[in-house]
T-cell receptor
């Protein structure tokens, strides 16, 4: 079955780069996503990448996809205290009927 | 646009009581989902729907029922609440590219 794995915690200093890693098991994934959850709120889509791409950059965010190793990473440059949140990796397949599979989330703490 | 709205946001129940959580979306999405979030467990899918009149079981469906009588609404019911159902419940609807839009969550405590 499908499985998405993430480390549970990451702590960085303000101004440093953060790298959150994720591994997935199903090579037929079509889209891979990063969601952000701030305290007391629902998840919000941060960025996504198609499985035929290796990298996507969006301002301070860089997503890297290694399909051979089934490894996805999210890099946040110049991490700010407002980036403190839980980050979820998720995968989906070409069939829209199949629900997204989420990792357990990585809690990012930014130290001022 | 309101997006996805969940009611109620907070509820305390006694063991054995029943209740219904309501999710409403105004984006005309076909797919809707109910998740529960518990510490250290991430998000777990309870039930989902791929269109009006359809429902399907997710990862943890036991103790819950759902209905999708109207496209914009997805109801989650607990017939006989148990302390193990104390959790934060999230509803979501899905766009065509797979982006999920989440509600703000409903915090349920079962005593």
């Amino acid at each position: 079955g499908e499985d998405v794995e993430q480390s549970l915690f990451l702590s960085v200093r303000e101004g440093d780069s953060s790298v959150i890693n994720c591994t997935y098991t199903d090579s037929s994934s079509t889209y891979l996503y990063w969601y952000k959850q701030e305290p007391g709120a629902g998840l919000q889509l941060l960025t996504y990448i198609f499985s035929n791409m290796d990298m996507k950059q969006d301002q301070r965010l860089t997503v890297l996809l290694n399909k051979k190793d089934k490894h996805l990473s999210l890099r946040i440059a110049d991490t700010q205290t407002g980036d403190s949140a839980i980050y979820f990796c998720a995968e989906s397949y070409s069939s829209g009927n199949t629900p997204l599979v989420f990792g357990k989330g990585t809690r990012l703490s930014v130290i001022a | 646009n309101a997006g996805v709205t969940q009611t109620p946001k907070f509820r305390v129940l006694k063991t054995g009581q029943s209740m219904t959580l309501l999710c409403a979306q105004d984006m005309n999405h076909e797919y809707m989902y109910w998740y529960r979030q518990d510490p250290g467990m991430g998000l777990r899918l309870i039930h989902y729907s791929v269109g009006e009149g359809t429902t399907a079981k997710g990862e943890v469906p036991d103790g819950y029922n759902v209905s999708r009588l109207k496209k914009q609404n997805f109801l989650l019911g607990l017939e006989s609440a148990a302390p193990s159902q104390t959790s934060v419940y999230f509803c979501a609807s899905r766009s065509w590219i797979g982006e999920l839009f989440f509600g703000e969550g409903s915090r349920l405590t079962v005593l």
